[in-house]
């Protein structure tokens, strides 16, 4: 692994893994100012493939097709990533891809893109599981950029413009950090620079985007006349990555209900109970904010009762201390998880890319397995106690 700057200040780093046939490469741009409207930065990302000043939105679909590069741009909460993988050979013509679009695109389609992101969404909210999700993201992020849900969007997209969306883009390039990663059967740093270096320089702008403000207890509930199963998402703000807790919470989470027909809320809640086919627990994490969630669907007979599984399971985790058995399990299963998601080129790129833009070193995934395997069951019960307190959202969508 070999860091180096390029010359407008982007931080790189190249992985030679040799005897690879594809070149992987993750470029991130951190969001420093929230959107004005809900739905500016997903137009924004639709856009970005819609033609340059020198090809259209065809001519580039066919270049990338005829050469068999995947190119890809992704809107994230804290950043916007550019990544692409492509052959050994083909790894300047990607390169020369990726800085036509970044300095020339013409966000072409408009109109076309806002209908088709309307109609996407109101297909998605047709789903009861997504319904709630949503619900619950703009409860537990509410009056924050977080918590532009599908359903704010569809309330706010048509405020937006093409110039917002220029502007935006604009924006994001001159006051973004940027963070590069290539992972491949390459150490040609110069072909990057040749490429990359000529984008706006990397910027450590302070960001606008603030830490979203603590929680009260909250219940909201929703009505879908043809709903089948009612949905059920309790959740709590915890620490994100970087905080002493971000592994603590990782491995609360495999134990909790992350870690499929082993997990406590499936052995518990739908083996002995019966109260459900899917229970599961999320910690999903942003650069302010976290969120630790439990999700069940169930019969509309059942909501009570599953709410009260869920407490009885949190007060377990909170008053009894895990298993060294336990723990040690949880470790190999996330362990092994986090090295399953790092196997190609193009995953060990992204993740590169993504600890970076958070800040971390590269190679900070080493650093947090290394932290996993020192996690006590004195720290699970901690951490536990210390977060699963009463201000929590409870979102419930039932016929």
């Known amino acids: 692994m070999r860091e180096f700057i390029l010359t407008n200040g982007i931080k790189a780093c190249i992985k030679r893994n040799e005897n690879t046939p594809r070149i992987a490469l993750t470029l991130n741009i951190a969001i420093n100012k929230p959107e004005k409207f809900a739905g500016e930065y997903s137009l924004l990302n639709r856009l970005l493939l819609k033609g340059t000043k020198k090809y259209s939105s065809e001519d580039i679909a066919n270049i990338l097709d005829e050469n068999a590069i995947e190119l890809y741009t992704e809107m994230k909460s804290d950043y916007l990533r550019f990544r692409f993988i492509c052959l050994n050979e083909d790894f300047e013509l990607a390169l020369s891809i990726l800085n036509d679009i970044i300095l020339n695109s013409t966000f072409e389609e408009f109109d076309k893109e806002l209908t088709k992101l309307k109609g996407e969404l109101l297909a998605e909210l047709d789903s009861a599981k997504v319904k709630v999700s949503d619900l619950f993201t703009k409860t537990i992020y509410k009056n924050h950029f977080y918590g532009h849900s599908y359903t704010k969007i569809l309330e706010e997209a048509d405020k937006v413009t093409k110039q917002d969306v220029i502007d935006d883009f604009k924006t994001i390039l001159d006051t973004g950090k940027k963070t590069l990663a290539i992972v491949g059967d390459t150490d040609n740093s110069e072909i990057i620079e040749k490429y990359l270096g000529k984008i706006p320089a990397s910027s450590e702008a302070k960001s606008l985007i603030e830490t979203p403000t603590a929680l009260k207890q909250e219940y909201t509930e929703l009505i879908k006349e043809d709903a089948n199963q009612a949905q059920i ?129 590269f190679n900070h995934r080493d650093t947090v397995l290394e932290n996993i395997k020192e996690v006590t069951a004195d720290d699970i019960q901690e951490c536990a106690r210390k977060f699963f307190n009463d201000d929590y959202i409870l979102a419930v969508l039932k016929p």
């Open 233 to 361: 998402l309790q959740g709590w703000l915890v620490p994100t990555i970087g905080d002493k807790h971000y592994e603590t919470l990782m491995l609360l989470n495999i134990i909790l209900g992350a870690s499929g027909l082993s997990s406590r809320l499936f052995l518990e809640l739908r083996e002995k109970k019966g109260l459900a086919y899917t229970v599961r627990t999320s910690y999903e994490t942003h650069e302010k904010a976290a969120v630790f969630s439990i999700y069940i669907g169930t019969e509309p007979i059942n909501i009570k009762t599953s709410i009260e599984g869920f407490k009885e399971e949190i007060e377990k985790i909170k008053n009894i201390r895990v298993s060294e058995e336990e723990l040690h399990n949880a470790k190999n299963n996330l362990i092994g998880k986090q090295q399953f998601l790092s196997e190609t080129n193009s995953q060990q790129a992204n993740s590169m890319a993504y600890y970076s833009i958070m800040g971390k070193p």
